[in-house]
């Protein structure tokens, strides 16, 4: 009998040694994100009654700013596949080029709180005597990543801003932060005044 108790208590403690010696190696997997396919780059021209005209990705519409009813030169390029759109506002100048790039500034300058930095880019073609400048918006939280204007200098302005209808995740967006950024960036390439 004492062989018998002695038998279940060397089995019980074995049991409890082996449980207690196991290391717990187990790790979560890191949260990961959704693999997002893009589309082909392919672009058509715009090319209206417009005081401008560029190239525009085919897998985008174009469509009129519809809380600016009063602007017929402002639009939206929009990417429904990825609930993003460029938001393109045109004035016409009239000596006041500095309060436009002033304001274009302002609206750059309120991302400060979320941005980690901001980045401008001068762009200069002579040829098609178009000027401007863009801004990288660095940051996790931050609602617009690039923003840029284009002008003439004398009589017309054009600012544009990407925004996405999603809350602003840039560590999840970022691949398709920069497959648009290549497409504003041949935007402004391609884009010409008109009558100039």
Same mark, same amino acid.
């Given at each position: 009998?004492?062989?018998?108790?002695?038998?279940?208590?060397?089995?019980?403690?074995?049991?409890?040694?082996?449980?207690?010696?196991?290391?717990?190696?187990?790790?979560?997997?890191?949260?990961?994100?959704?693999?997002?396919?893009?589309?082909?780059?392919?672009?058509?021209?715009?090319?209206?009654?417009?005081?401008?005209?560029?190239?525009?990705?085919?897998?985008?519409?174009?469509?009129?700013?519809?809380?600016?009813?009063?602007? =017929?030169?402002?639009?939206? $390029?929009?990417?429904?596949?990825?609930?993003?759109?460029?938001?393109?506002? &045109?004035? +016409? @100048?009239? /000596?006041?080029?500095?309060?436009?790039?002033?304001?274009?500034?302002?609206?750059?300058?309120?991302?400060? =709180?979320?941005?980690?930095? $901001?980045?401008?880019?001068?762009?200069?073609?002579?040829?098609?005597?178009? &000027?401007? +400048? @863009?801004? /990288?918006?660095?940051?996790?939280?931050?609602?617009?990543?690039?923003?840029?204007?284009?002008?003439?200098?004398?009589?017309?302005?054009?600012?544009?801003?990407?925004?996405?209808?999603?809350?602003?995740?840039?560590?999840?967006?970022?691949?398709?932060?920069?497959?648009?950024?290549?497409?504003?960036?041949?935007?402004?390439?391609?884009?010409?005044?008109?009558?100039?």
């Amino acid at each position: 009998m004492i062989k018998k108790n002695l038998l279940h208590i060397f089995c019980a403690l074995t049991i409890i040694f082996s449980l207690l010696s196991c290391e717990n190696n187990y790790m979560p997997r890191p949260r990961g994100y959704y693999r997002i396919d893009m589309p082909k780059k392919e672009y058509i021209k715009f090319d209206s009654t417009f005081p401008y005209t560029f190239y525009y990705p085919v897998y985008t519409k174009i469509v009129a700013d519809k809380y600016s009813k009063n602007q =017929p030169f402002w639009i939206n $390029i929009e990417y429904p596949e990825f609930k993003g759109s460029i938001h393109i506002s &045109y004035k +016409k @100048i009239n /000596n006041n080029l500095n309060d436009y790039l002033e304001d274009t500034r302002t609206l750059v300058m309120k991302h400060i =709180p979320k941005a980690t930095s $901001i980045g401008e880019k001068i762009i200069i073609n002579k040829p098609e005597n178009v &000027y401007g +400048k @863009i801004y /990288n918006i660095e940051g996790n939280a931050t609602a617009s990543t690039y923003q840029f204007y284009l002008t003439d200098s004398t009589d017309n302005f054009l600012r544009a801003a990407l925004y996405f209808n999603v809350e602003p995740n840039n560590d999840s967006l970022q691949p398709v932060i920069d497959f648009i950024k290549d497409d504003i960036d041949y935007f402004i390439e391609t884009f010409k005044w008109k009558g100039i």
